[in-house]
C-alpha cells in the first residue's frame, strides 16, 4: 500500500490492517518497526493488527494469538504507549465497527 493510498483510507477514519508476512517483515520486532511507520504516515489511530493468517503466501510472522503478548513487547520497544497499544491492537477496528452500527 502506498503512502498516498494509506491516507486516503485514514481520511475516511479507517482501519490499515498491517500484514504480518514473512515477505514484508523479518520478525514480530520488524513487523512492530513496520505499524510504527504506518503510524507515522497515518496516524496511530488508523493502524491495526492484519490478522488474515489464512491467505499468505509466505508464512505469516504472527501466526498465532498465542504470540499477542510478544507482540505487544515489541510494540512497547518501539515506542507505542499502552493506550496506543490497545488501539492498534483492537481499539481502532472497534471504533470503526461501532460507527458503522445503526441503534435499532
Known amino acids: ?3 498516498d493510498h494509506a ?3 485514514a481520511d475516511t477514519g479507517g ?3 498491517v500484514w504480518p508476512s514473512s515477505g514484508s517483515f523479518r520478525d514480530l520486532k520488524g513487523m512492530a518497526h513496520g505499524m510504527m511507520r504506518m503510524a507515522d504516515v497515518v496516524g496511530v489511530d488508523h493502524v491495526g493488527l492484519g490478522t488474515d493468517m489464512l491467505g499468505f503466501i509466505n508464512p505469516p510472522v504472527f501466526h498465532t494469538y498465542e504470540q499477542l503478548p510478544a507482540l505487544v513487547a515489541e510494540l512497547r520497544a518501539v515506542g507505542f504507549s499502552q493506550e496506543e497499544t490497545g488501539r492498534v491492537l ?3 477496528y472497534r ?3 461501532e460507527g458503522t452500527m445503526v441503534a435499532g
Open 1 to 3: 500500500m502506498t503512502a
Open 7 to 9: 491516507r486516503a483510507v
Open 15 to 17: 482501519v490499515i490492517g
Open 90 to 92: 483492537g481499539g481502532n
Open 95 to 97: 471504533r470503526v465497527f
